[in-house]
């Protein structure tokens, strides 16, 4: 199961490997805020999010992290909480997150903050989403008053969480809000989340040319479920260029190659990054049975959502930007997984940073991991069950925080700076 997976030699860090967590916004804070997931909730569509408390415990929450050894937070803004109406901000929820950024920097963790994480506030949706003529503007102004309200307290940013899996589960396959499933509406989002990235990127420079902007997009490693059927490689391929590829290309080139139309040039597109964030979990099959996981093994260990484990992935998709994009750092913006047993997390962990080191021997320019997530969180249309992905637990009770064993594995590791196999469970 495991064997093959893991490291069997010490794995070093460099000092300033960037060690971070990752969040976002509603998983984490839940709440009644205007926003579509809460109205899904109320129709019963998806479980509702009372949040992990870290709307209140943000300060604790980042001192125990510190502790931790952790230097690096990534969070979300909540749309609906800044912009409860439109063209309304709300100065105390600009208050709030200025508070969150400040409570990081105290505790030693510098904070990255995206600016969208799936979720969007009502108004917008009864205007059309983001695909409404004037949904690129809202989006640029809500983007620009939060960047201005929160910068320099921030430094560090995002403009979006893996746009492509929002045109996938969004607009694609229906999975999500705005619940679209539509060949034409997805191929539109792709160019809109284009120009909204660099839209974004000129809105942070210009508050301090010296700020970060990291792109976070999940790499789908995708593979054929009969590869010596044309037809399957075929489609295969396709997915692929859509979701890893385009955007690739689009911050390499300036020109957005999207299916079925003809490319598209996004001003201020090319080079609309300083770090590229890679976000990895696990592998996807695609084939005459439909969708599912993917592992090259006969016997992969499975999580709690029911996917097989496949680090090899991570070093591939790694390995593919740094060969897209030469000469843009990497981070690993997202890695972890769901799961209720503490053998597992570590083995998933170390397996995934012996991936990472893999790609950095052969040449990727990767620097950083943050694991997704600090605290137990929303996941989504599976709520707060056994997909737990945290490194720290929570009592829904009282709200008090519980490390788990993974998070003493990577205090271990981050001190030693480096990941010793005899650690390992
Ligand atoms: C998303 C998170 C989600 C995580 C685990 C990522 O793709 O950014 O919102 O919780 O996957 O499923």
């Avoid at 592998?283 to 599912?292: D, E, Q, W």
């Avoid at 997202?334 to 597992?344: A, I, K, S, V």
């Avoid at 009592?395 to 205090?411: I, S, V």
């Amino acid at each position: 199961m495991w064997e093959s997976l893991l490291p069997d030699e010490p794995i070093p860090f460099a000092p300033d490997f960037v060690w971070g967590v990752a969040s976002s916004a509603f998983q984490a804070e839940g709440g009644d805020v205007p926003n579509d997931w809460v109205d899904q909730a109320r129709r019963g569509e998806v479980p509702p999010n009372p949040g992990n408390g870290f709307f209140e415990r943000y300060a604790e929450d980042f001192r125990l992290l510190a502790q931790l050894g952790f230097r690096h937070y990534r969070l979300s803004v909540e749309w609906s909480r800044v912009e409860p109406e439109r063209g309304r901000f709300d100065p105390k929820a600009l208050d709030h997150y200025r508070s969150v950024c400040d409570a990081a920097n105290e505790a030693g963790l510098t904070p990255w903050v995206n600016l969208f994480h799936f979720t969007h506030p009502r108004w917008l949706v009864a205007r059309g989403g983001l695909l409404a003529a004037s949904g690129q503007g809202d989006f640029l102004r809500y983007a620009e008053h939060t960047v201005s309200a929160l910068a320099p307290h921030a430094t560090h940013w995002h403009s979006q969480n893996e746009s492509m899996v929002y045109v996938l589960l969004g607009y694609l396959t229906g999975e999500f809000p705005p619940e679209i499933a539509d060949g034409d509406a997805a191929a539109a989002m792709t160019e809109t989340v284009a120009r909204l990235h660099a839209g974004t990127y000129g809105i942070v420079k210009a508050a301090d040319s010296r700020n970060t902007v990291a792109t976070i997009e999940v790499y789908i490693d995708y593979h054929a479920e009969d590869p010596d059927d044309p037809e399957n490689v075929e489609g295969v391929a396709s997915l692929d260029r859509w979701y890893n590829a385009t955007l690739l290309e689009g911050l390499g080139s300036g020109v957005l190659p999207l299916p079925g139309r003809d490319p598209v040039e996004i001003p201020g597109l090319q080079g609309a990054l300083d770090v590229y964030g890679l976000n990895y979990y696990n592998a996807t099959r695609v084939g005459p049975s439909g969708i599912g996981h993917w592992s090259d093994q006969p016997d992969p260990p499975i999580d709690a959502m029911g996917r097989a484990v496949h680090p090899a992935g991570l070093e591939q998709g790694l390995l593919r930007v740094a060969d897209a994009l030469p000469g843009v750092p990497l981070l690993v913006t997202e890695n972890g997984c769901p799961t209720t047993d503490e053998d597992f997390r570590i083995r998933y962990i170390a397996a995934h940073l012996w991936a990472l080191e893999r790609a950095r021997r052969a040449g990727a320019p990767v620097g950083g991991w943050f694991h997704w997530t600090a605290v137990d969180n929303y996941e989504w249309k599976h709520g707060y069950s056994d997909a737990r992905f945290g490194l720290i637990g929570f009592d829904p009770t009282t709200g008090e925080r519980t490390p788990r064993r993974a998070a003493e594995f990577l205090r271990r590791v981050i001190s030693d700076g480096e990941l010793r196999p005899e650690h390992l469970p």
